[in-house]
């Protein structure tokens, strides 16, 4: 398969071990993937160990489909000067077209929550269009959750129901394969497949179910925009201030966090200069900064707004969750602060 | 509604023609577009992006007449990078205007209301285009009263101009929160004003525009003498990036103040407006 | 200009306006009309005298002899505002200065007369003093605000951008 897809124009990328994690990169076969190896997550702690379970015993790495259609960092105005005054362009985006293989559903809903942010509303984003047609995404539905999995309560999976190219569901002996779209289809046209027996099919059923059972986290869907909303002076807040380094890891690997800053980049002729936008993270005090000061001047107002804006206010915003439960926030939080738990401990309301 | 710019970065130059100082700080600049069908067009309360390439963007709000488009002006108080450069231009210098954004003072509803304007400091400068409005159409609106307050009176934007406004049957009252001998006016922050003005409540309207502490505070005075909430406009100012809503930086809660503000009715904000750096 | 006070005048005045009828009956003999003309003074800061003032018409700065020994303006009051609670609440001399900036006229109270209604009738004493408190409150709320200095703020940290 991944030849054919490169033979069809497509770049590949797929999950493999780099730098002690399973990351998202190009690949050109199957021997890059990480068969048998498993990676245990916990709250702020990542480590990969040996296992039998196949290509795709691992869970989502740091990486999501994210920096392909939004890349960390863009051009969107280039400006010459000319004669006594400035012109300006704005580049053409590029079309790349790359398939992505070992997409998990989390990762698919945090795709259509980001094409609710960048295609949805009044203006849409060029770039993100652009990059969005031309990913062809390979699925596989998760055998395992790790400890920091939350998709079943956020009714993003484990399972995946829609949104991709083809679906894979790894059994002992091989791949069953379902068809997701019209291009998926043609890709698998020049593939050596058989039909699945229906042992097969209920088998390829039991794996995310699998893997649903075994999760432990949960945010009560259908309370959290209120528990947020009317807690903003709980005293919780200021005990995960206490904790937060504001160090902005837990933005970085969100799968639908979309803020971003453009700035100007300048020659030192002065002839020409570019406005270029690269990723934001609402932790960062120069997000907020008006004239007269950060709106958000500490870590708890700041972790407050983001938390707000991802479990309550994105609802109000977009008409759905800004988050899919992946977990990567609390693996990947230097010190564990667990999303879930912030949330829990102020259900009660104010102690 | 104004049409929004197809691509949301496009840029108008400008020309400056003049640079006027207005009180310690604060600067208006007047500006006409090079290209004569750039078709440029804003409504009271929209804001532009003000860009000196090599600098950056800044957000400040339009302060010309609606009326005039072509004549466009902004007046500026140096603070940041851009706004500091930008008191180095001189006329003949370029400026990059990229807009308009944002939501309005919704000066066509409110006609056959009582009309009051609520500014403080350099919020006067987002109102200016509702005066001229409401000028130029006065009989369509009833009282209509002008409550401005500075720090003391050096501060006082548009001096000149209230003149102006009163032959136009605009009641001007100017306060400052300190004054030394030579000040015959009023003396107290301008929520003072409101507190003394008589209105009819429910047949009124209040703009204000100002530091968000004293928007607070007069927009509660005009619901505590029974003003709707839905009647009372506030404009609040937050870090304006991209100016489309995508950027993020600019969001009040469920808000993006450059797209859904930044002129908001009190009764949409006024709770997440109490709770201390939200 | 008729010096005449009636009940229904005294109700126009904010301060009054919501003392019930019988309040304003006992007060009409203590009330008087008076008038300054701009640039009067209405009483020094230290003087001890024996009405409070609500104005009806034009503009009374507040003063108070500063740190150069001289006036400094610090407030001015207009139409239905209290000037000067000193007398009732008892509290000894005026602690600022009164001037009119333009002509002004007043409603002065007899201070004494109205402490011996609020002795005689508690009822009276209770709802003129609530009053007084609430208009007291609204002045130093509005006094805060101007000390705030709310147009000149002060960045939190050295600026960034």
Known sequence: MI???RELGYEVVGPRVADGAITLGEITSIAELPLNVRDEQEPGKYR?????????????GPHSLKPFVFPPRTTVLQVLKVRDSWEARTPEPPRPKRAVLGVRSCDLHALAIQDRVFLGGPHRDPEYAARREGLFLVAVNCGRSVPTCFCVSMNTGPAVTGGADLVLTELADGFVVQVGTERGSLVLAALNCRECSSTEIADSNEVPRRAAAQQTRRISLPTVHDTLMNNLNHPRWDDVAKRCLSCANCTMVCPTCFCSTVNEVTD????HTTRERTWESCFN???????????????????????????????DQFGTSGCVGCGRCITWCPVGIDLTAEVAAMEGGAP | MTPLPVNPWHVHMTTVQAVL????????????????????AFRPGQFNMLYLPG???AAISVSSDPGEAAKLRHTVRALGNVTRAMTRLHPGDKLGVRGPFGTVWPVDDCRGRDVVIAAGGLGLAPLRPVLYHLSRHRADYGR????????????????????????????VQPTVDSAGGDWHGSIGFVTALLARLPLEPTRTVVFTCGPEVMMRFVASEAVARGVPASQVFVSLERNMNCAVGLCGHCQFGPEFVCKDGPVFPFDRVRRLLLVENF | MTDTITPAFLKTLAFLAPATDDELRLLLPAAQIEQYPAGSILFHEGDHIGHIFIVTSGTVALEINGPDHRPRRIQTLGSGELLGWSPVLGTGPMT?????????????????????????????????????AVAIAARLNATRLQLLDVYHPEPRHAGVR
Not at chain 2, 145 to 170: F, H, M, Q
Not at chain 3, 103 to 130: E, H, N, S, T, Y
């Open chain 2, 21 to 40: 100082p207005e009180t310690p700080g604060v600067t208006t600049y007047d500006l006409t577009f090079d290209d004569p069908n750039a078709g440029y």
């Open chain 2, 144 to 171: 209509v009263t002008l409550l401005y307050g500075t720090r003391s009176p050096v501060d006082l934007l548009y001096t000149n101009e209230y003149e102006a406004w009163r032959a136009a049957g605009i009641d």
């Open chain 1, 268 to 271: 030192l002729a002065g002839e």
């Open chain 1, 48 to 60: 990969l160990t040996i296992s039998d379970g196949g290509y795709f015993d691992h869970v989502v």
């Open chain 2, 55 to 57: 600098i950056g963007e």
């Open chain 3, 96 to 132: 600022a200065g009164a001037s009119a900036i333009t002509q002004v006229r007043v409603v002065a109270i007899d201070a004494k007369v109205v402490l011996k209604i609020c002795d005689d009738d508690p009822r009276f004493g209770f709802l003129f003093m609530k009053r007084a």
């Open chain 1, 285 to 315: 005090e120069e997000h907020s900064w008006t004239g007269s000061g950060a709106v958000h001047p500490d870590t708890k107002s700041r972790y407050r707004q983001w938390l707000t804006h991802k479990l309550a206010t994105w609802v």
């Open chain 1, 3 to 5: 030849d054919r897809l």
